[in-house]
Nanobody
Framework: QVQLVESGGGLVQAGGSLRLSCAASGRTFSTYIMGWFRQAPGKEREFVSAIAWSGGTTYYADSLKGRFTIARDNAKTMVYLQMNSLKPEDTAVYSC????????????????????????WGQGTQVTVSS
């Protein structure tokens, strides 16, 4: 069992930055793929980013590459999402999630981007970007 708690959301002006944090409980944190998803009002949940067990491989939604950076610290059981050059369309609830996966599935499928493949979710943190 993994419990996830996000923090770091808030209100920021367009062009600004925020760093989201996700604290995970449990001694098995390093065995999970970690992902960030977001959901804007009236829209479906969308994939933001994912990171492999050791942090050596990361994936991003195409539209976010270059602005967002995911990182993890297994010793602290934390995962982070650095968001730069924020835009009003980035406004959403951001949630972190943990997935029990295999190397074959992670590196050779799009399961890291599919919310339904994740086993545990945080409650989310609101990010609002004003224009």
């Amino acid at each position: 069992q993994v419990q996830l708690v996000e923090s770091g959301g808030g209100l920021v002006q367009a062009g600004g930055s925020l760093r989201l944090s996700c604290a995970a409980s449990g001694r098995t944190f390093s065995t999970y793929i970690m992902g960030w998803f977001r959901q804007a009002p009236g829209k479906e949940r969308e994939f933001v980013s994912a990171i492999a067990w050791s942090g050596g491989t990361t994936y991003y939604a195409d539209s976010l590459k270059g602005r967002f950076t995911i990182a993890r610290d297994n010793a602290k059981t934390m995962v982070y999402l650095q968001m730069n050059s924020l835009k009003p369309e980035d406004t959403a609830v951001y949630s972190c999630a943990a997935q029990s996966s295999t190397m074959r599935r992670f590196y050779h499928s799009d399961s890291y981007a599919e919310g339904a493949q994740y086993d545990y979710w945080g409650q989310g943190t609101q990010v609002t970007v004003s224009s």
